[in-house]
């Protein structure tokens, strides 16, 4: 079974990469399920309604997030009820949404996706590796393919979450940090892992974020406001095959296309 999961989407720039982009890659690679990470896909901060059903009919099967999730107050509003939308599940008990869920791919396959936030340089939400260690040993009674988005700052974190669920999930992908690393590989145990899957949006930025105005913030240190960039346009992913009776990771390759 190939998965693909694609990078930060961010703004406006990185739903047209989704757009024009995603069908083919799935042609191109085969792909059995798609899971996005959309956590600054509307305006570069959060999600609404309009934006995760705009990424659905594109074809994803599932959207992670990670710390903006709450940035667009309409995700209140229909957080509960859209069980493909993921956040973090380290968030204290009684925020709304769900940090996991068990999904059908369309061929009857079921999948797993669990969203984990770091807490190094980051908000302070409950353990992650605590949460992690529920969740995981909850899943492995629904489903053999079991996904993780680890949203975290921290290198060091992401290695760690690796190497602590080695041989219980299929992968477990860094995201948050916008620029795709180079260490994808499958554990010893079979898990697929990669520190950071990387960002679709405006290649001619910083982060997705107009290069002028981040290049004033640091020269000024003055409150800016951060807006997307344009231009031409990138589209950064993994795609994970794995063996759809054990679980295990048998391969993860990254993938970047370019719009422009």
Known sequence: MN???????VGRPGRVAIQKLLKSVQTEYNIDFSIV???????????????????????????TTGNHVWDQRQVFEFINQDNKLVRPSNYPA???????????SPKGIMVGVANF???????????????????????????????????AEATSEKI????????????????HTH????????????????TDVGMTGPRDSVLGVKKETVITKFLTQLPTRFEVAGGPVQ??????????WTGK????????????
Not at 94 to 104: D, H, M, Q, Y
Not at 182 to 192: F, H, I, K, M, S
């Open 3 to 9: 998965i693909l999961f694609i990078g930060d989407i």
């Open 37 to 63: 990470n959309g956590e600054n896909a509307a305006g570069g901060n959060g999600i609404t309604r309009e934006v995760a059903e705009e990424i659905y009919q594109a074809g994803a099967n599932c959207i």
């Open 94 to 104: 009684g925020a709304p949404g769900r940090g996991f869920t068990v999904l059908k």
């Open 117 to 151: 936030s770091g807490r190094v340089f980051m908000t302070p939400l409950d353990d992650p590796f605590q949460e992690a260690n529920k969740v995981v040993s909850h899943l492995n009674t629904l489903a053999k393919i079991i996904f993780v988005d680890f949203h």
């Open 160 to 175: 760690a979450m690796g190497w602590f669920l080695d041989g219980r999930v299929s992968a477990v992908c860094g995201t």
């Open 179 to 194: 620029v795709q690393t180079a260490d994808e590989r499958v554990l010893p145990g079979g898990t697929a892992y990669i």
């Open 235 to 244: 589209l950064n992913a993994v795609v994970v095959d794995v063996d759809e």
């Open 249 to 260: 990771a048998r391969s993860i390759v990254r993938v970047q296309k370019f719009i422009g």
